[in-house]
């Protein structure tokens, strides 16, 4: 009984991350930003994790999900990360326990982090009133409309603050040069935008069914009227198709992925071609494969999410 007890209660520095950690407990990073461990599950050899801390672009407190496989043990070999944004409705849940991504992170021994989809329980007026804006739909970048520019900065807390607190706390892992991004439908335009803006931040990207060009889609017009207001110029800085036309940073080919039975596809709200056909015009190479069959759904997902890895794992351990 006190044996279990004292295992339950067991903490360490995150400096020296072991993947043999169980229960809940508080670890202090090098910033002394405390990461309080939700869970942590054992899955191909390596611990599928779930920590809390408190942000402070978004001001709450928010989940995060860090695997760490097998190669990881010991926290003497650096390895590559992949960070994964998920889409609407999501929370840093569904990709961990849909996806199957673990199989493939073991076998390449990539770590991959994966955030939530918005600010949680700030309580905004009108942040759960649908499904597509507010709770769940922080489409990944800095609001400038109130009431949501305090609290909707989805863009810096993923590529800043997340990006530099995995580098902090996992330092003895990470291999900060070694960073690709992915991400599905609202996550897909957050992976596009998060890597164009930040010209070598990733050095791989791909996207399951990404909303390309939000300017010309409803989800889009919708969220950047709520997030940025009426003015345009403002909309394009966050739109893969107009980010692609002047992207002028290091070699990038971007993998597009999307499932040719997909509602939200035929609905016209994810618009893969535009970002095509931008590319095309100024020579950045993509891959778009359509999917026969496949919807917008985590069958879908994990039906490929292998063939991504390798995709990412073939640039980041070249
Ligand atoms: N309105 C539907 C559709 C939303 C939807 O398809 N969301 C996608 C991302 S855009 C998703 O990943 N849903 C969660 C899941 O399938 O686990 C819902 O509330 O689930």
Not at 83 to 95: I, K, R, V
Not at 154 to 165: A, C, I, T, W
Not at 166 to 195: C, K, P, W, Y
Request: aromatic share 12%; charged share 20%.
């Amino acid at each position: 009984m006190l044996t279990a007890i004292a295992s339950r209660l067991k903490f360490t520095y995150i400096k020296q991350v072991s993947i043999s950690w169980s229960g809940s407990l508080k670890v202090k990073t090098s910033k002394m930003e405390a990461l309080e461990l939700v869970s942590s599950n054992k899955i191909f050899g390596g611990f599928q994790k779930v920590y809390s801390h408190e942000s402070s672009e978004l001001k709450c407190k928010m989940n995060f999900s860090v695997y760490l496989p097998p190669q990881a043990e010991g926290g003497d070999v650096k390895l590559p990360v992949i960070f994964y944004l998920s889409g609407l409705t999501c929370n840093e849940q569904n990709f961990i326990t849909k996806s199957g991504f673990q199989r493939y992170a073991a076998e390449h021994g990539i770590i991959v982090v994966g955030p939530d989809t918005s600010p949680r329980g700030v309580k905004i007026p009108g942040d759960d009133e649908s499904w597509d804006f507010g709770v769940a739909a922080g489409f990944y970048l800095d609001a400038t409309n109130e009431p949501w520019a305090k609290n909707y900065r989805m863009g810096s807390y993923v590529n800043k603050e997340l990006y530099d607190l995995i580098l902090q706390a996992f330092g003895n892992v990470v291999d900060g040069e070694r960073i690709g991004i992915m991400g599905h439908s609202m996550g897909g335009h957050g992976a596009l935008v998060s890597t164009l803006r930040n010209p070598g931040l990733y050095k791989s990207v791909s996207a399951f069914a990404p909303i390309c060009n939000p300017t010309a889609c409803p989800w889009g017009v919708k969220a950047f009227s709520g997030y940025l207001g009426e003015d345009k110029c403002k909309w394009v800085e966050w739109d893969a198709t107009e980010l692609v036309k002047k992207y002028d940073g290091p070699p990038l080919t971007l993998l597009i992925d999307q499932g040719a039975g997909d509602s939200f596809y035929i609905q016209k709200q994810l618009l893969p071609e535009n970002l095509v056909e931008a590319c095309r015009s100024v020579g950045v190479p993509v891959i778009l494969n359509l999917r026969e069959g496949y919807d917008h759904s985590y069958y879908y997902i994990s039906s490929y999410i292998g063939e991504h890895f390798a995709f990412h794992a073939k640039i980041l351990k070249a």
